[in-house]
């Protein structure tokens, strides 16, 4: 991988967290999570009891120690959060994964109605759960070096390369990431990936302006940004009706236990 929606079916604006939060009945909302990765040894411990034989074996084979503790952080909030909600052993659950890799229940879970995904870059993680939804979300750490013109130009539409030059310079770092991150989640909401040509849809990057998709995607799709740690841009995209996006965060305060957040 390089709002609150009320008033306009298709525009968000961006959402304070909420740390002193829960998981909870979902109803028709989204609810979006963020997660420090660098976690303490016994949290990181209590998180890696929870992973199944493969994910094990995928962790192993990260070269770098602190690309494997990340891994295994990020998907051990994963199985936490999604054990929380359908009331069982993080443990214990199983998942599928689409042509183009994105993950969903399985097993007894399939038909529970839950849907999530989840993005990480650096040690920061976010996720998306909600129920009978399709769902997308992507964060980026902010490099200036990946958010140059000749870039825009091989990825972005016309009209948003057009909309990024309008922008004085000291500007277009931040609406580069903001273009990459709602178009990245599009992608993964649809479960295609690069099967949909980056380029061949539009999405809002100019500052102050509503997220929202601007041309080339269907009505059904909403996006949403909101507000991560400094140094990170994000977006969720999700379709059906409109609906209130929540944002939560996992506490680094407290030593987490599977089943418990």
């Known amino acids: 991988m390089l709002g609150d929606k009320s008033a306009h079916r298709r525009k968000g604006r961006n959402l304070q ?11 028709n909302e989204v ?42 952080a990020a998907r051990g909030v994963l199985r936490t959060l999604l ?32 849907s999530f995904n989840l993005a990480h870059s650096a040690e920061l993680a976010v996720y998306a759960i909600s129920r009978q939804r399709n769902l997308g979300i992507d964060v980026e750490r902010i490099k200036p070096e990946s ?41 993964k909401a649809t479960g295609m990936g690069l099967q949909t ?3 061949s849809f539009s999405v809002s990057l100019l500052p102050g302006e509503s997220a929202q998709f601007l041309a080339g995607v269907d009505e059904r799709w909403h996006v949403a940004t909101f507000d991560p740690p400094a140094g990170y841009a994000a977006a969720v995209v999700y379709d059906g009706a ?15 236990v599977p089943g418990r957040l």
């Open 147 to 187: 958010a140059g013109e000749d870039i825009a130009r091989r990825f972005f539409s016309a009209r948003e390369v057009s909309d990024l030059q309008t922008l004085p310079p000291e500007a277009r770092i931040e609406a580069f990431f903001s273009c990459w991150t709602r178009k990245e989640a599009y992608l």
């Open 242 to 256: 409109a609906s209130p996006v929540k944002l939560l965060s996992v506490p680094l305060a407290r030593r987490i």
């Open 17 to 27: 967290p909420d740390f002193s939060a829960t998981p909870e009945t979902l109803g």
């Open 31 to 72: 609810h979006v999570w963020t997660a420090r990765l660098d976690r303490e040894a016994d949290e990181l411990h209590a998180l890696e009891a929870t992973l199944s034989p493969d994910e094990r074996i995928r962790a192993d084979l990260f070269h770098f120690a602190r690309d494997r503790r990340r891994f295994v």
């Open 83 to 114: 054990g929380k909600h359908l009331r069982q052993a993080p443990a214990g659950l199983e998942f599928s994964y689409g042509p183009y890799g994105k993950p969903s229940l399985a097993g007894a879970n399939a038909a529970s109605g839950l």
């Open 197 to 199: 040509p980056l380029d």
